[in-house]
């Protein structure tokens, strides 16, 4: 039966240094998970009763963490620490901490292979400690094949490079580690039943289904919102399924939120019902939220617009397949259309409003702003628009791309139930518009950013083909049936919204701890450039007073 290990970074109930890796037996059904779950109970209660993860005071354990910043050496530890049989060891090393005695990844597996250690997993770790976001087994050439792969989209000079390293494992292996990977982890497990003392790293690297670790893993970008795991058959050269867990028991309301929602929308959905990754099953492990999903093909939107080989003229006709595909998701999942009103004003701008006020404080442009988009909104009263559900984070990097086809992945949505039945219905392209914009020209920096959005939406001078953006939004509205004049006020609503989540998003994460959100929030930046550009946000005078006759 092939076996994999997950990794999750942050342990419920713990403190922040333990670290847990769990084993999951099989892809096949919830009941699988469950045997481990004493094993690793019994691990959480040892990691708490303890000052430090290698204490020997209790013997024998089930898992021992070692940590890259001690300097204790390993020896030393695996001498004082007597395993039960499969228990886990789970060991982080950097390269560049001075005080580390770990020299090389070699040399600590020959050292678990003297103390009887077996299925030695060694995951390079991206892009550090401090923030990891990927887990890549190096084991299993199929998956690191498949992770470049997806890296490069196209047969590039560096691809192929790659390519001609992974394939030369574990010849060249040993020499290359020293230098590819200053973080890296290393886990096994306890073989009572075995007591050999050589190693052989060229036998280590095979993938023979059994001592191989298939998986890839992914923590996001928010530190530890969820865990993603690719899973790889030891044959396979692409992953068969994906699993995702919450990080921790706070984060149970995404998963299940996504789960819920992901529902509701493919029971909606004709055509597109494929353009959507599909739940397999739903389970909880050790109080964590979990699902399995099939895996979107192709490659992410973000590494296709990125590429050099791809031309203005392909990048623009991706952003109007998008488009396009926005209309069809829009047509099939309609909520309903409202009439333009006070009160719809109210719920939808009035409240925001005060809402970025009471977090962001008061700034007189950004009043300016406020004024203008309500005098505009007056002067829609009565017209229609229609409600559709958001995404919420349609950009390129949760878009695959395969040979024209579209695959629209992570929906979690994040917010209430409420907010996902209501909102401005160019939400989702406006938001995908401002990141397409950055990998097609190649805006790396906060500062080429900002210019690139001005010149996007709040420039007269259409250069580069932007004036084809503008074709793309103008059809995009007509193909929805709403008025163009609510362009301006979808815009504004958009970052005001993001401003705001970004800022509970950061204060529940709890990864920033300022009294200055807005240094911490990018979105919010995009609110004062929409206030500081109004003339070039509203080309046309504004209307007379409300109160004028």
Known sequence: MASWWFLLPKIPNSTNQNRLVVKLFSNHATDRFKPFANKID?????????????SSSIEP????CVFAEETLDLADQLKQSTFNENG?????????????????PKHIFRLLHQYDFKEVGLYLVL??????K???????????????DQMFWKDTHLKVWFTRIIQALPSSFSSLINWIMPYFVITA???TTKNTNRFDLATQCEVDGSNSWPLILNNGIDEGNRTIAFIFPATESQPIELIKISSTVEMNHTTANEIKNRHDIQNQLGPLTNDIPTIINRFQYYGLEGYRETVAEGHLLSIVLSHAQLTKKQKFSLLQNV??????????TTIKTIVWSDEIIQSLLIDKFDQFRQVFGPNKNVEALFERCLQEAQNLIGLTIPLYRIHFDFAPWNIYYDNGKLTVIDWEFDREHDDLLSGMPLYDLLYFITYWNHFTFQLYSNEQEHLGFKRLFLSQDRVDGLDQVDKIIKSHMDAIGIDTRFLPICLTYVWLEQSIYQHKRIEHLQTVRTSKPNLENRMVKYVHLLSDNLQDLWPTAPPKPLNDE
Not at 127 to 132: D, E, G, I, L
Request: charged share 20%; aromatic share 20%.
């Open 42 to 54: 019994r691990a959480f209660t040892l990691s708490n009763q303890l000052d430090s993860p290698h």
């Open 61 to 64: 354990i089930d898992f021992l």
């Open 88 to 104: 886990v060891i789970y060991i982080e090393v950097n390269r560049f901490n001075k005080g580390n005695r770990f020299k090389t």
């Open 127 to 132: 892009p550090n400690f401090n923030r990891p």
């Open 134 to 148: 990927m887990y890549i087994p190096l084991f299993h050439p199929e998956s690191l094949k498949w992770y470049f």
């Open 189 to 191: 497990i306890k073989d």
């Open 323 to 332: 488009s396009n595909w926005l209309v069809q998701f829009k047509k099939q």
